[in-house]
């Protein structure tokens, strides 16, 4: 079964309004999480990684103030596009590692489409 | 700088064929993780092997087979007898021990025709 989730896995909005994605950890504590983003037919690229109780950090290029990151608990990690642009629609993906086998899991990814 | 190469962008084979994906690697780094990565069409990222620099073993899973050479810094997969569910686009990656974040290849789409 899954070991890290993503809620939603498909979001249509409309341009200028915000869009929340969730990242969870099942059944582990993850004090760090990753946010990739991929666009069609290309590969992933680390966006930032997601600090539990402190900021995220960015990757150069990766705009803070568009793409907030919230790591509240030792299981959820947020995603939020704000002020979304029809450039935003991409596929969204986190990341966990997993202690105990020392492997890192993905979650099911995010749809996201800006109309 | 840490680089992840896969050269083949998409091969296409006959159900039963044996098929082998080729990754290589740059790192500075004497201690590091590779990965490979299964990427269906619904998206989601199949984890399918995590191998330590140290670990110079050749794997085998299943109908998967792994060679990885530190000399020529490749980690290439095999897939024996493929099947049409094999069919999805495999990311090969790599990781340096103190850090989380993976840096991908671009990707290798797999085509398996009945």
Sequence with gaps: GAVVSQHPSRVICKSGTSVKIEC???????????????????SLM???TSNEG???TYEQGVEKD????NHASLTLSTLTVTSAHPEDSSFYICSARRQ???TIYFGEGSWLTVV | AQKVTQAQTEISVVEKEDVTLDCVYETRDTTYYLFWYKQPPSG?????????????????SGRYSWNFQKSTSSFNFTIT???VVDSAVYFCALTDYNTDKLIFGTGTRLQVFP
């Design chain 2, 44 to 60: 989601e990222l199949v984890f399918l092997i995590r191998r330590n620099s140290f670990d110079e073993q050749n794997e085998i």
């Design chain 1, 46 to 48: 680390l966006m930032a």
């Design chain 1, 66 to 69: 568009k793409f907030l990151i």
């Design chain 1, 24 to 42: 969870r950890s099942l059944d582990f504590q993850a004090t760090t999480m990753f946010w990739y983003r991929q666009f069609p037919k290309q």
């Design chain 1, 54 to 56: 402190s900021k995220a």
């Design chain 1, 100 to 102: 105990v086998e020392n």
């Design chain 2, 81 to 83: 007898a493929s099947q």
